[in-house]
């Protein structure tokens, strides 16, 4: 069975601080991968998507990026982080031909 | 603009009502109707439709597309208090993109 794995769990970084937030994926292989942003009280947005090693699309311009650096891998990064990156960040996944997309427990981020 | 508009936002019953979750939707290259329940972290998939009038069932949730009005409602029978929780419809582009609504709040009170 497939498993998705994130971390950390939370995160509070002050403005300005890099970030970095892994997401991995165990038991398929070249899984479409997507980066997702909730704020509170709303639904999600997607940041960044992935079809493969090295391929990403951006959705969104803003102060994040995006890395596959293996098929299983995908990171989220910043440089400089904004108080408005604060939020929940989900990561998913979704066989490469089918529509469903699978959730990991995500990562809350606080930026003061 | 694509978009996806769920109501009501916040719906608050008793346990053993009957609640409809309504999903408008517009999109382009609109592909299927995804419904997801989000709990405490993250969402776990219930249903994807992708046919119009054709139910699909699981449990006391149903789920049915109209894409001729471009939306989709979720029912649940005989609600629980397990049943709480944000309900989330996304409609698929294309491209594996899947555009989300903001949630239907859903609290069942005992």
């Known amino acids: 069975s497939q498993t998705i794995h994130q971390w950390p769990a939370t995160l509070v970084q002050p403005v300005g601080s890099p970030l970095s937030l892994e997401c991995t994926v165990e038991?398929?292989?070249?899984?479409?991968l997507y980066w997702y942003r909730q704020a509170a009280g709303r639904g999600l947005q997607l940041l960044f998507y992935s079809v493969g090693i090295g391929q990403i699309s951006s959705e969104v311009p803003q102060n994040l990026s995006a890395s596959r650096p293996q098929d299983r891998q995908f990171i989220l990064s910043s440089k400089k982080l904004l108080l408005s990156d604060s939020g929940f960040y989900l990561c998913a996944w979704s066989r490469p031909t089918y529509n469903e997309q699978f959730f990991g427990p995500g990562t809350r981020l606080t930026v003061l | 603009e694509d978009k996806v508009v769920q109501s009501p936002l916040s719906l608050v019953v008793h346990e053993g009502d009957t609640v409809t979750l309504n999903c408008s939707y517009e999109?382009?290259?609109?592909?299927?109707l995804l419904w997801y329940k989000q709990e405490k972290k993250a969402p776990t998939f219930l249903f994807m439709l992708?046919?119009?009038?054709i139910e699909k069932k699981s449990g006391r949730l149903s789920s049915i597309l109209d894409k001729k009005e471009l939306f989709s409602i979720l029912n649940i029978t005989a609600t629980q208090t397990g049943d709480s929780a944000v309900y989330l419809c996304?409609?698929?582009?294309?491209?594996?993109?899947?555009?989300f609504g903001q949630g239907t709040r859903l609290t069942i009170n005992p």
């Open positions: 996304a409609a698929n582009q294309g491209a594996q993109k899947l555009v």
């Open positions: 999109v382009t290259n609109f592909r299927s």
């Open positions: 992708t046919s119009s009038g």
């Open positions: 038991g398929t292989s070249n899984p479409n």
